[in-house]
């Protein structure tokens, strides 16, 4: 008799655990439908397999799902005869979490008072809410095409034990799972076939496997009907799906629990025939911005499952829908290797991109508050599109919210058109790291002044889709941060030779920060852009937009130095005439020197960046306020 292995779980397992068996999350019934959904995927994934290996299935060719109730045992028992699990499928994926997010997760429903354990669904880890109502679970399972049938055994605590079986009668079919579970004392009102029943019509109608529910007291002679509907819902006409039923089908397919934004359910018919049934949802998921940047979209043909990994199928930056794409038209048999470069993918994908985006643009129309919820979760990620996909760059950007000087609410870039003065010719913007920073900064004091509006773009995707985006609808976008400002165009007067003079008065003090700051910025001139504040840096108009700059530098992908940047100053601040006249006595130039780089290194903390040389810069600044006090 093969020996029993006992093994440890993974440290995020057994958090998890912990969080189930001490959990008083009041719908706990929530295990039946994760348990059901895992037989479900088991059974569409041997279903794709058979396409191409007919003898994985044909000897028991009826997926199905049963559900057997014993209240003399005090167990409930989920049994299905899809492609089941071998030892290191056990292990992979009972002993272990290998989603992103998932410790971050656990985390804070540890932390949380109103403990959301639903959410587990969302990591791929349904498994664990058995142990919920369980204080004893055992898994018996034999993979599809293997002869070895293994036993997994758990009570919830830190370890497992697997073992093989030679008894052969342990399964109802030569392949399948088993899960069987022991009822805590609490849980008993479980073993009721009707409260089953019941839950499964709730969350589980939309599955297109039969389920079937047994207790014992069925007739030898009776014929069973399935629970559900088993009909795949994509293929109902859509008046006859309940707002409940897309929602749980929503849940199931999108492992999401929150109510879905946005609905979207059609079929194409002509050339090529395919049925789209997709989600948004109303919240953001966990791994929305995990690297891999991974969509969550099923691909079905003909209703058999084929993969719910089809980078082919939708762009990254829609990577937030949630559903399915049913195609008529492809193969039953279509590798990972034939779906790239498939004609018929890409035309399902560029229509399918089409109508999302409409579908978008419509609901910004007609719900605009609605529409603001969705941005503010998954503006960012569609930000992404505008310099990833040219072709539907500017579809992108009409759909676009930002936010703003002028206004504390989000507008769109038409609506910025409209206020425009008429003597304004581009779209201004400036990036940063925080709305706060970047809404005190002094480069954009004149803007305020003039009552002209900025874009305020915080998000760091901002900084890559404007350094490739030249301009929207004939307008040009500009960054307030490079190049000189052109301010004095949009102020409606001609300079006249008092104001000429003041401009040239600044010049002896220009020369003496041009030599004393030669190492650290590339030039120093006047600027019109600033009314408060004395002095600010600026980048070259050729420049890298600088908030590009500092987050490549932040993650070393900059080939270069970081660049020197402009130094501007204010004419008409009550320091800089200080300095001015300063500047003209040779007595006086080693104050200016010292208080120009303390300008400097104050207008580098100004935007967010450390002193060049914090220890110089606090010597300096002791100095200087040494001399003020003695003076």
Known sequence: MPKSEKLEFQTEVSQLLKLMINSVYSEKEVFVRELVSNASDACDKLRYLATTKEKLIQDDPDLKIRIQINKKENSISFIDNGIGMNKKDLIDNLGTIARSGTAQFIKEMSESKNKDLSLIGQFGVGFYSAFMVA?????????????????????????????ETEDLNVLESNRGTKIDLTLSKESKDYLDK???EDIIRRYSDHISIPIFVTDGSEKKDDTLEPVNSASAIWTRAKNKITKEQYKEFYNHVGQMFDDPWMISHYKAEGKIEYTVLNFIPSTKPFDLYDPARENRLKLYVKKVFITD??????????????GIIDSEDLPLNISREMLQNNPVVTKIRNALVKRTISDLKKKLTTDRQSYEEFWNNFGPVLKEGIYEDFERKDSLLEIALFKNLKSNKLISLDEYIETMPKKQKSIYFITGDSYENIVNSPIIEGYKSRDI???????????????STQSFKEKDFKSVTRGADDLESMDGKKKDEKDKKEDKSADPLIILLKEKLKDKVKDVRTSSRLTDSPA????????????LEKILQQHNQLNQGVSLKIMEINPNHNLIKKLTKMSKSKDSLGKVEDVALLLYEQSRIVEGDKPSDPIAFSKKLIETLTASVDS
């Open 135 to 163: 204080t004893e679970t055992q898994v018996t399972t034999r993979k599809a095409g293997e002869n070895k049938i293994w036993i997994w055994k758990s009570d919830g605590e830190s370890n497992f034990t697997i073992e």
């Open 536 to 547: 600010c840096l600026v980048s070259d108009e050729s420049a890298m937009d600088p908030q």
């Open 194 to 196: 009707i409260k089953i």
């Open 453 to 467: 509006n900025v874009l305020i773009l915080d998000d760091p995707v901002d900084s890559f889709w404007t350094s």
């Open 309 to 322: 990994n089809c980078p082919e199928l939708i762009p990254p930056y829609l990577r937030f829908l949630r």
